[in-house]
């Protein structure tokens, strides 16, 4: 049963239920980008981004990644763990784009060599700074064998995600996910996978089928968004 709202994000709301390790989290279609600056709503965007994040962590969990996914209950919204966020984001890239090609002066869309991983510290206020392994441990945001988890979880995600979408001629840039602990102290993935959080380009043509359109203002945000969901789920 659905309680008292526990937090607002950007793209969710979370609300505690009657079982003390269960979470509501309820998807909106507001989109933000550069750090809240931009503001905007993606029609049905919210819809689409918890089908495809439960349809996704269902597919994880049986390739050993654990999950915060409990169960779907509606368009909208998912019984999921309570768990407590590690405060990183973790990014895998594939091929070079955003903040990458800006830092590096490496052209968008050229291939890597091999998938990079990179962690953020999550704070909005300090505008999400990159923070390596050692700074990791020197703040006791994670434990050594919990961020080697971490790695381990994120590149399994990657090439599961990575084969997944290629059947569906969506190429996988490169994403975004977030860990939590469980009360037991497990390492999940949390958060979402969705075009909010990856980038998708169309295998054939590389146009973009995910947030960049809202965040550069390329117009088709909607379509983008309808279209990575019927290649994925067949609509
Ligand atoms: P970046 O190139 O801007 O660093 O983004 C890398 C990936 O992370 C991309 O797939 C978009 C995703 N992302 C988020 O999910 N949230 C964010 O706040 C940012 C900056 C990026």
Known sequence: MKK???????????????????LIVSYKDDATAFNGLK?????????????????????????????HFIEELSERE???????????EVIVRNIAA?????????EEGTELKN???EYCLKDDALGDPMINDSQ??????????????????????????KSFLLECGIVLVDFKVEFGR?????????????????????AKTREKLDKD????????????YNEVARRIFGL
């Open 39 to 67: 503001k905007g709503t993606i029609t049905g965007k919210g819809v689409i981004n918890n089908r495809m994040s439960n349809f996704f962590m269902q597919k994880l969990e049986k390739e050993g990644v654990p999950t």
């Open 78 to 88: 998912t019984k999921v763990k309570r768990v407590k966020i590690v405060p990183l």
């Open 182 to 202: 469980t009360s037991a102290g497990q390492i999940v993935l949390a958060d979402e996978i969705s075009p909010d959080t990856c980038r998708f380009w169309d």
């Open 4 to 22: 008292e709202q526990l937090y607002e994000g950007k793209a969710k709301r979370v609300f505690l239920t009657d079982e003390a390790e269960a």
């Open 98 to 106: 955003g903040s990458f090609s800006k830092r590096f002066g490496v």
């Open 213 to 224: 359109r809202f965040r550069r203002d390329l117009g088709g945000v909607e379509d983008a």
């Open 136 to 161: 990791i441990f020197a703040l006791g945001l994670a434990g050594r064998e919990e961020l080697g988890l971490i790695a381990e979880y994120t590149f399994k995600l990657n090439d599961y995600l």
């Open 115 to 117: 998938p990079t991983i």
